[in-house]
C-alpha cells in the first residue's frame, strides 16, 4: 500500500520567514496530495491540495509544489504569522471510480515565534 | 450547511468492554471515512464507507469495524478494548461532487481506556 513520509517532525521559524514540509510517497499511482492544518483541540482543516497533473499551486502565503518523477512534495509558508503554529499534514491518495483512501504523513508540528 | 458531527465527544471505558462511535456527515455527502488519531502515529486510516458499503479498509485487526446506514450515518465499534486503543478518532465525509476529494473532518472523539 501506499506510505508516506513526512519531514521535519517539528520545526521552529522566526515570524515573518518561511517554512517548507516536505513529503515523499511510494505509490506512483497516487494522483492526489492535500495538506491539512490542525490546531491545538481543533479539527484538521485542508489548507491547500494539488493534482498530479499540475506541477505547482498557490494560494496567498501558502504554496505547496509536486515532483511527481521523484515522489515528493511540499508545502511552503511564506511571510509566517503566529497563527501559523499548528501541526500539518500531508497525505496521498489514488483517486479511481471516486475511492476515497487517504493515507497522511506523520505531520509536523509548526512553531512560529514572535 | 451543517459540518460533520461526531458523538459521543468523550468516553472513558475499560479493558475488555466494546464501544460504538458515531458519525454524521454533512448533509449530501456519501462518503464517510474513519482515523485513529494518536501522537506517536498521527492519523491512520481505519475505513471508508460509501452508499452502506464499505470500500476501503486499513490495516487494524478485525476487533474495528463500522457500518454505514441508509442516510450516510455512520459507527464503528470496537471489541474488546486494549489499552492501545486509547485515541481520538476522527471521521470524515466527501461529497465526490465536482471532482472535489476533499475530506472535511469532525471534531473527534476522544476514547481513554484504562
Known amino acids: 500500500g501506499e506510505n508516506v513520509e513526512q519531514h521535519p517532525s517539528t520545526l521552529s521559524v522566526q515570524e515573518g520567514d518561511s517554512a517548507v514540509i516536505k513529503c515523499t510517497y511510494s505509490d506512483s499511482a497516487s494522483n492526489y496530495f492535500p495538506w491539512y492544518k490542525q490546531e491545538l483541540g481543533k479539527r484538521p482543516q485542508l489548507i491547500i491540495d494539488i493534482r498530479s497533473n499540475v506541477g505547482e499551486k498557490k494560494d496567498q502565503r501558502i504554496a505547496v509544489t509536486l515532483n511527481k518523477t521523484a515522489k515528493h512534495f511540499s508545502l511552503h509558508i511564506t511571510e509566517t504569522q503566529p497563527e501559523d503554529s499548528a501541526v500539518y499534514f500531508c497525505?496521498?491518495?489514488?483517486?479511481?471510480?471516486?475511492?476515497?483512501?487517504?493515507?497522511f504523513g506523520t505531520g509536523t508540528r509548526l512553531t512560529i515565534i514572535p | 450547511k451543517a459540518g460533520v458531527t461526531q458523538t459521543p465527544r468523550y468516553l472513558i471505558k475499560t479493558r475488555g468492554q466494546q464501544v460504538t462511535l458515531s458519525c454524521s456527515p454533512i448533509?449530501?455527502?456519501?462518503?464517510v471515512s474513519w482515523y485513529q488519531q494518536t501522537p506517536g502515529q498521527g492519523l491512520q486510516f481505519l475505513f471508508e464507507y460509501f452508499s452502506e458499503t464499505q470500500r476501503n479498509k486499513g490495516n487494524f485487526p478485525g476487533r474495528f469495524s463500522g457500518r454505514q446506514f441508509s442516510n450516510s450515518r455512520s459507527e464503528m465499534n470496537v471489541s474488546t478494548l486494549e489499552l492501545g486503543d486509547s485515541a481520538l478518532y476522527l471521521c470524515?465525509?466527501?461529497?465526490?461532487?465536482?471532482?472535489?476529494?476533499?475530506?472535511?473532518f469532525g471534531p473527534g472523539t476522544r476514547l481513554t481506556v484504562l
Open positions: 470524515a465525509s466527501t461529497g465526490l461532487a465536482g471532482g472535489s476529494n476533499e475530506q472535511f
Open positions: 497525505a496521498a491518495s489514488i483517486r479511481s471510480g471516486g475511492n476515497e483512501k487517504l493515507t
Open positions: 448533509s449530501g455527502h456519501r462518503s
